[in-house]
């Protein structure tokens, strides 16, 4: 398939077969995923395999997704300062500067470019992949679980696997909503074409052939307002992780 | 091209030929890059193509890479939560856990794996790219010059064009440094990994077409600890820009 294709028809896979990733496969997507750019090629991230099944449940009870103790193969993405700091200290150099807001930023993004590679790379293999954001909702628990040491932060859990079922494409914003030329545009100034989605955006709730509900984009935006695990510590766990602390 | 061959065959483009992108292309690529998935489907990020001459010159003397200044599409990548909080408040909803460091690395994440979409669908039509971290060099201006709101806030720019002259590709850390089983590992654990990887990089770096050099992975780390720009106002400039403020 197109590799265009392939990306737009990308949507989350939250059931898997019984079936395997074997460890060649799974080798070979961490390698694409290493492949993505990387600010001053520093590559502050790393990938934790869950195969513990006791850890597995452990993580999955943090997700409070049900899904989660299935099927699939799960991985916890990390921003990855810690080991450029012992590779610093390791020839005498004060790594203060890698635990700066700066570098922080850097981490995440390292880590998300490699995670969409791979991504990519699993879907173009026939697998589907699903994000956990819902690792976070007890980061500290995570931390603790995967022993993670200070400059290190978990960001988001990914299941890969065999997809068992299909779910509809969910319909993006539309382009005038996230792409603006020479600076920032307000919404004001595309309201009609966001009127235009959240009809679009209904008619997928109402049509999908899974939790079919009434709901547009408004409803996404409250339910993120009205979240029951609001994560409100997150900051300060970054700070006891050693980030953001100029 | 199969997706994981070209994947793997990604590296930095920093010279482009005169050709421009046209407009359905680059319209194509920003609709790939939104089919990426999005942390609670907030589609948190927003692009801005700079094709005002003045403006351009402006935010390349930010960057001080004389390249920026030649040719290639710029985009800058931007977290985006404003959006989505002006759409609460037009509900009537409190806006404020979207400025939560919860809903900031969302947002950073979900530009992040939008662009990597984005990097991916160019180069899959012949395009090449480079991430430009040194747009955050001056982060205020750049914030200023796209007049970016409050819940917004500036990454990383992409350049984007036809390629004018090839890279070697730069060898990545071994799999034993970034992917882990059950827990994180010390780089105590891999010293060996560690050990190839320096010669490996090392011949990279003396054998390379352009800025041929003596340098291996731990001259990355010094050099990151010793940039011109270590950009210690960005935790500030988060915070005024509303983000991180619980």
């Known amino acids: 398939m197109d590799t265009i294709e ?8 939250r059931t898997f077969s019984a079936k395997p990733i074997n460890n060649e496969l799974l080798s070979q997507l961490i390698t694409t995923a290493q492949h993505a750019a990387s600010s001053i090629f520093l590559q502050a991230y790393s990938f934790i395999s869950i195969t513990d099944p006791v850890l597995r449940q452990q993580i999955a009870a ?55 590679n791979l991504v990519t790379a699993a879907e173009s293999r026939g697998l589907g992949t699903v994000f956990l954001g819902s690792a976070l909702n007890d980061a500290a628990k995570v931390i603790e679980l995967l022993h993670l040491p200070k400059l290190t932060m978990p960001l988001f859990g990914l299941l890969i696997g065999y997809p068992d079922g299909e779910n ?23 309201t009609a074409a966001l009127t235009d989605y959240q009809q679009t955006l209904q008619q997928y ?24 695990h609001p994560r409100r510590e997150l900051l300060t766990i970054l700070h006891q992780q050693g980030f953001l602390n100029e």
């Open 62 to 116: 943090v997700t409070t997704m049900p899904f989660v103790q299935q099927n699939g193969h799960l991985l916890i993405v990390v921003a990855d300062q810690h080991r450029n700091a012992t590779l610093a200290q390791q020839q005498g150099l004060d790594p203060q500067l890698l635990s700066a807001a700066d570098r922080f930023l850097a981490s995440v993004e390292d880590a998300t470019l490699a995670t969409q």
């Open 168 to 190: 509809e494409l969910k319909p993006r914003l539309p382009e005038a909503a996230v792409h603006f030329t020479n600076g920032y545009q307000e919404p004001t100034t595309y």
């Open 6 to 13: 392939l990306l737009n028809q990308h949507r989350s896979q």
């Open 205 to 228: 709730y109402q049509a999908r052939s899974h939790n079919a509900r009434h709901a547009d984009f408004d409803q996404v935006i409250r339910g993120a307002l009205t979240s029951k």
